[in-house]
């Protein structure tokens, strides 16, 4: 029937049609009015969206609701309020108002610092007292604070626009300079950083652009929203405070003096600022502390980082091993030859990298300055049951990773060849995280030298002794510039290697005719318990395998047959790899894997690396 009404009405004003396809007519939508709750005999009435981007500069309270307060209960109290969000309580006051901080503290823990509308359910609370009882006297019901935290607006994704490309409208369509960031939150984590080629022969000017900016660039020739520094052109300096060029009185363009190589940018866009900097990478660097005395290792300059032969700023990465103090604390920094020569000849401490995040609390990873930028030492610190610790350094991100070095030791020397595929097969069996030994017939004469797992290869890296050829029965070990250690004479040692004391030591064994097999194999679930593996003897009584196993028990056996076997209570992990076998002994237990095999047949001892 409304249908019919409204197509008559249109036919009486001339309209030329009625059809069903006419749509019926509906109402203007009308603002939703404020949701209110009961509080007692009074009311809690919602307020409008709360954006504490849009307060008053200075302000310090906000009105989250009208309040019509419940009848007091007695004479002679005077009420009070608060508000509980969530498991926190607050004072408000009877007109509504709220302190500002503690709102924004509340969204920012609970919500993030993201700008965009939150819903918060509250309830508020009125208290009497006399000055020396407080009662509460009614709580409201459930009603909902809607605010907008107060934080910038922060894009995902920023970059450099200039700086070694002269075509700033061709820079800011490639996109191709774009600052590094983290996996979290843009506002939980505001930080952008980006390293770059400076010009070569001349200064360097570039600005800052999100994505909306290079596509205003590109699509309608509009530059205004490019970030720049409120200092003025050319004026930008090592730090500052960013703005979009539509507010400031020049192009704000930032510019760093010709000489640099690399430039890093850094930008906190969440208090929109800045820092510049030059980048030069040292040719050295160098661990100053560790386990050693400070003063004396920066003087002797003696835990050297190694790095490759690439150019330092198309590989900018350093790698070193140090010893650890085995379950405690290892504290430590980081110097090139300008800080180390600082300390020695003037006491100057403070050109030394540290940790940007705070004395001690650098963690596994984390970012370099040195400490003239620093507010405390920045010392690094790390806690580790191993024996060494491994660190890298990129020093055209200033950046380092700490992490255990696993035991895993080589011999290469007389006895497997001085080269890397020998030693590979030689690993010296661990007896605890820090000492190693290895069992045989040496040769007496420039018998061996020592890499880690992580330098194989690496002749620079190498552990031995002062003197080369030394074949005194024990002495200290040395990690730069080792020389070649010997045995006392050409008979069966024990080598022992320990890494706590930095020492090595020779004990010849009482028994100079250890017995000789003719094979030792690896037999095991993997196989059914029948065809060994055969293992070769790499160098006297020490047998090498490499093979890969489904998963299960196995054990080592001599000849063939069960007479003489080695078996341990063992399940192989990375941290678990090793023991000493006894005739008879437990199945080794062995994941599913390729693996490298080590016996010695004299000791007992076995490892099983995981390749």
């Known amino acids: 029937m409304r249908k019919l009404l409204y197509c008559a009405a249109a036919a009486l004003l001339g309209l030329t049609a009625c059809t069903e396809d006419y749509k019926d007519w509906k109402p203007q939508t009308q603002p939703t009015q404020p949701a209110t709750v009961t509080f007692g005999d009074g009311s809690i009435t919602e307020v409008a969206t709360i954006d504490l981007n849009a307060l008053p500069e200075g302000q310090t309270q906000v009105k989250v609701a009208t309040i019509v307060a419940p009848t007091a209960s007695a004479d002679g109290y005077t009420p009070s309020y608060t508000i509980a969000i969530g498991d926190k309580t607050y004072d408000i006051d009877a007109d509504g108002l709220m302190d500002v901080a503690e709102l924004q503290t509340y969204v920012n823990e609970n ?15 009125m208290w009497v007292a006399n000055g020396t009882t407080a009662v509460k006297s009614a709580t409201s019901g459930t009603f909902n604070i809607s605010v907008i935290p107060e934080a910038p607006q922060i894009a995902s994704a920023y970059y450099i626009i200039g700086g070694p490309n002269s075509d700033w409208a061709g820079s800011a369509a490639a996109k191709s300079i774009k600052f590094s960031h983290s996996d979290q939150d843009v506002y939980e984590d505001p930080v952008f950083t980006v390293v770059f080629d400076a010009v070569a022969d001349g200064d360097t000017w570039f600005a800052i652009g999100s994505d909306e900016a290079c596509d205003a660039i590109t699509t309608s020739g509009d530059w205004s929203k490019l970030l720049g520094t409120t200092s003025g052109n050319g004026n930008s300096g090592d730090a500052g405070i960013l703005a979009p060029r539509s507010s400031l009185s020049d192009d704000g363009s930032f510019k760093v003096a010709a000489g640099a190589k690399k430039i890093k940018v850094t930008i906190n866009m969440m208090e929109y600022s ?53 379950g405690g604390d290892t504290w430590f920094a980081i110097a090139d030859d300008e800080a180390c020569d600082a300390i020695t000849n003037n006491g100057d401490w403070s050109k030394l990298y540290g940790t940007t995040a705070g004395n001690g609390q650098n963690g596994a990873t984390g970012s370099l300055a040195r400490r003239t930028d620093l507010s405390d030492d920045g ?97 200290a070990l040395i990690s730069s ?15 022992t290697f320990d890494l706590g004391t930095m020492t090595y ?19 095991g679930d993997f196989n059914g318990w029948g065809g060994d593996i055969d293992m070769s003897q790499v160098t006297p ?71």
């Open 111 to 125: 919500f993030g610092r993201r700008p965009v509308e939150r819903q918060i359910p509250a309830t508020i609370s």
């Open 274 to 326: 800045y820092k510049v900097e030059a980048v030069n990478i040292a040719e050295n660097y160098y661990v100053v502390g560790g386990t050693l005395d400070w003063a004396a290792s920066a003087a002797s300059k003696a835990q050297k980082f190694s790095r490759s032969d690439k150019d330092l700023f198309e590989d900018p990465y350093f790698t070193i091993i140090i010893p650890a103090n085995a």
């Open 379 to 475: 010392s690094l610190k790390y806690s580790s049951s191993a024996a060494q610790i491994k660190i890298v350094i990129n020093m055209l991100e200033g950046t380092f990773a700490i992490s255990d070095v696993a035991p895993q030791y080589y011999m290469v020397g007389a006895l497997p060849g001085w080269n890397e595929e020998g030693a590979r097969k030689a690993l010296l069996y661990p007896t605890s995280a820090s000492v190693m030994t290895y069992t045989s017939k040496y040769t007496g004469a420039w018998d061996l030298k020592i890499w880690n797992a992580n330098d194989l290869g690496n002749w620079d890296n190498c552990y031995g002794c002062v003197v080369d050829g030394c074949s005194d029965a024990t002495g």
């Open 481 to 495: 510039g080792a020389q070649a250690i010997s045995a006392p004479s050409a008979e069966f040692y024990t080598f």
């Open 505 to 523: 030591t020779w004990t010849k064994l009482d028994n100079q005719t250890p017995t000789e097999y003719e094979a030792i194999g690896i037999i």
């Open 541 to 611: 009584h020490n047998w090498y395998a490499e093979a890969t196993v489904t998963g299960g028990g196995l054990k080592f056996r001599a000849n063939h047959d069960w007479a003489v076997n080695w078996g341990a209570e063992l399940t192989v992990d990375e941290g678990s790899f090793y023991a000493t076998g006894t005739n008879g002994g437990a199945n080794i237990q062995v994941p599913e894997g390729n693996y490298a095999f080590y016996l010695n047949d004299i000791t007992g001892q076995f490892a099983i690396v995981k390749r």
